[in-house]
């Protein structure tokens, strides 16, 4: 009896895991099938748009456009460097309030929690006037140093510096050991699992986003993939075979992303405990 509601529950809980993965790949096959037909408005039933046949052109006249190839470049070149940013300045303040004692930390710290608590939108109209008064409108300045820190990365990396052991690097410093050095060479590599998901979270991120690149650019050449795939919305029409592919090829690096690096993602997230 006991063996027969054990192997009900499983079943169960397979079944319900199954729906729920179904319903996130479900989208993904959606926009596949619609990229993967000619005027896929056109068809006026499901069983006719399946039936249709398949046609790369969406892909190619993508891929040779101009102004896609644009977008791409910008959407890497801004995702890469504040990826980079963060990585580098979220370790600093991150150890920093994990390893120093200094006046107002605490009130510090405070705030970074704080601002975690602000969504974004609300900086929405500040930041745009910020950026006016600099003369970065249309800049990679805009896109790039507003987004170099995060306070959900310091609060991660603090975090995570809390759960190592501080004899590590008094055992160093007692051997001569500079502080960057230290930093660089003992706390960083022991912080990769953390660093990883950081970076791939703020990779991610700013792969994706549209607000702000949105509000920032009114040129061509300065728009990120997001920002270049919401042009293809007309006001009396939609080119959904073109739109489809687009967001295929930018959800492409993603997807490659998390396949490599799904365990370093596992890791990062439940290796050690968060301490105060």
Same mark, same amino acid.
């Given at each position: 009896?006991?063996?027969?509601?054990?192997?009900?529950?499983?079943?169960?809980?397979?079944?319900?895991?199954?729906?729920?993965?179904?319903?996130?790949?479900?989208?993904?096959?959606?926009?596949?099938?619609?990229?993967?037909?000619?005027?896929?408005?056109?068809?006026?039933?499901?069983?006719?748009?399946?039936?249709?046949?398949?046609?790369?052109?969406?892909?190619?006249?993508?891929?040779?456009?101009?102004?896609?190839?644009?977008?791409?470049?910008?959407?890497?070149?801004?995702?890469?460097?504040?990826?980079?940013?963060?990585?580098?300045?979220?370790?600093?303040?991150?150890?920093?309030?994990?390893?120093?004692?200094?006046?107002?930390?605490?009130?510090?710290?405070? %705030? =970074?929690?704080?601002?975690?608590?602000?969504?974004?939108?609300? @900086?929405?109209?500040?930041?745009?006037? $910020? &950026?006016?008064? !600099?003369?970065?409108?249309?800049?990679?300045?805009?896109?790039?140093?507003?987004?170099?820190?995060?306070?959900?990365?310091?609060?991660?990396?603090?975090?995570?510096?809390?759960?190592?052991?501080?004899?590590?690097?008094?055992?160093?410093?007692?051997?001569?050991?500079?502080?960057?050095?230290?930093?660089?060479?003992?706390?960083?590599?022991?912080?990769?699992?953390?660093?990883?998901?950081?970076?791939?979270?703020?990779?991610?991120?700013?792969?994706?986003?549209?607000?702000?690149?949105?509000?920032?650019?009114?040129?061509?050449?300065?728009?990120?993939?997001?920002?270049?795939?919401?042009?293809?919305?007309?006001?009396? %029409? =939609?080119?959904?075979?073109?739109?489809?592919?687009?967001?295929? @090829?930018?959800?492409?690096?993603?997807? $490659? &992303?998390?396949? !490599?690096?799904?365990?370093?993602?596992?890791?990062?997230?439940?290796?050690?405990?968060?301490?105060?």
């Amino acid at each position: 009896m006991v063996e027969k509601t054990s192997v009900l529950t499983k079943t169960l809980l397979y079944c319900a895991l199954g729906f729920v993965a179904f319903g996130m790949i479900a989208p993904m096959l959606w926009m596949l099938l619609l990229s993967l037909r000619q005027h896929p408005e056109s068809y006026g039933t499901f069983g006719g748009l399946f039936a249709a046949p398949a046609s790369i052109e969406n892909y190619t006249d993508a891929l040779s456009s101009d102004a896609f190839g644009k977008y791409f470049l910008n959407s890497t070149f801004v995702a890469l460097l504040v990826t980079a940013g963060n990585v580098i300045f979220c370790l600093w303040v991150g150890y920093a309030l994990a390893r120093r004692n200094f006046i107002g930390k605490r009130w510090l710290f405070g %705030s =970074i929690l704080g601002v975690m608590m602000i969504p974004q939108q609300v @900086i929405m109209i500040p930041l745009y006037r $910020l &950026m006016v008064e !600099f003369g970065w409108i249309n800049t990679y300045y805009a896109l790039i140093i507003p987004w170099l820190v995060t306070p959900l990365g310091v609060f991660l990396v603090r975090q995570y510096v809390l759960a190592l052991p501080a004899e590590i690097e008094d055992a160093a410093r007692i051997d001569g050991a500079g502080e960057w050095y230290i930093l660089w060479k003992i706390v960083m590599p022991l912080c990769k699992p953390i660093l990883t998901v950081l970076a791939l979270y703020v990779f991610l991120s700013n792969w994706n986003s549209f607000l702000f690149p949105f509000l920032f650019t009114n040129e061509e050449s300065m728009r990120t993939l997001p920002v270049g795939l919401a042009f293809y919305l007309g006001k009396q %029409s =939609i080119d959904w075979g073109h739109l489809m592919a687009g967001a295929s @090829i930018s959800a492409l690096p993603i997807l $490659l &992303m998390f396949v !490599f690096f799904h365990k370093r993602i596992i890791q990062g997230l439940t290796a050690g405990a968060l301490k105060e």
